[in-house]
């Protein structure tokens, strides 16, 4: 038997729903990850090479790649001259868990405070319902809230959050981060696709936030995913520029 079909035998075919906004390279890492979890691809086992796998997979060769490299970065598969690439962790869950704002105020002891702007059920707009993968019509609840760091305003957010997957209370909203709370039902985002840009506040904007009309805004959207695939949170935040940055690290 060759070492091929020793490693590979037993594994199912995965899955994809290649009609899902989830991208493809992030579904193959997450079955892929799953079967080295359950023990299913062994530790010290080799994958077979990229152009393989992909042809067997039916996607394209940047893909595989991509998603090979997504658990090389997680320290789930290894890359060696000579070898390929092999299994080095066995069911060892490394989850790609995202922050919230909430989340990393905490962290860095800025006393978060949120003050819940608006909370209520209602239809999602087409281009929301379109990112969050539901059915145009369908209900979703919509939050407007303005995030506070050590009694000064840094944030407003809007978000989009699917009815069925979360059922909100503007007091858990007040006390917890929206992600905490998705956390406690289950959906743990675990992958999203962001967009940073820039802004001018407007008069409405620049009121909340206690800046002047036309001062810097930086802007964030955000569509996150569980593990299963599912859109669970959609955001679209302003920030303050003079209180508040992003920092990316690159690497090649």
Do not use: C
């Not at 929206?178 to 959906?187: D, F, Q």
Request: charged share 25%.
């Amino acid at each position: 038997m060759s070492e091929r079909t020793t490693v590979w035998g037993l594994v199912p075919d995965l899955a994809l729903d290649r009609s899902s906004p989830v991208p493809l390279y992030f579904q193959v890492a997450s079955r892929l990850q799953q079967l080295i979890e359950d023990g299913e691809l062994p530790v010290g086992g080799r994958l077979e090479n990229e152009v393989e796998l992909a042809d067997r997979l039916g996607v394209s060769r940047p893909t595989m790649r991509r998603a090979i490299g997504y658990l090389v970065e997680r320290g789930m598969l290894v890359r060696k001259r000579g070898v390929g690439t092999q299994i080095v962790h066995p069911k060892v869950r490394r989850p790609v868990e995202l922050t919230s704002l909430y989340d990393d105020l905490s962290k860095s002891g800025q006393a978060p405070r949120t003050e819940v702007k608006l909370l209520e059920i209602r239809v999602a707009p087409d281009a929301v319902a379109e990112v969050l993968g539901i059915p145009f019509g369908s209900e979703i609840n919509w939050i407007e809230r303005l995030r506070y760091a050590d009694g000064e305003p840094l944030a407003l957010m809007h978000n989009a959050v699917p009815v069925d997957v979360l059922t909100l209370r503007r007091a858990d909203l007040e006390q917890r981060g929206l992600y905490e709370l998705l956390r406690a039902a289950g959906h743990v985002p675990r992958m999203a696709n962001q967009m940073v840009g820039a802004k001018s506040a407007t008069v409405a904007e620049a009121k909340l936030l206690g800046d002047s009309r036309g001062a810097p805004m930086l802007t964030m959207t955000r569509t996150a995913w569980d593990a299963a695939g599912r859109a669970v949170e959609y955001g679209s935040h302003i920030y303050r520029a003079n209180r508040y940055s992003f920092e990316l690290t690159l690497t090649s």
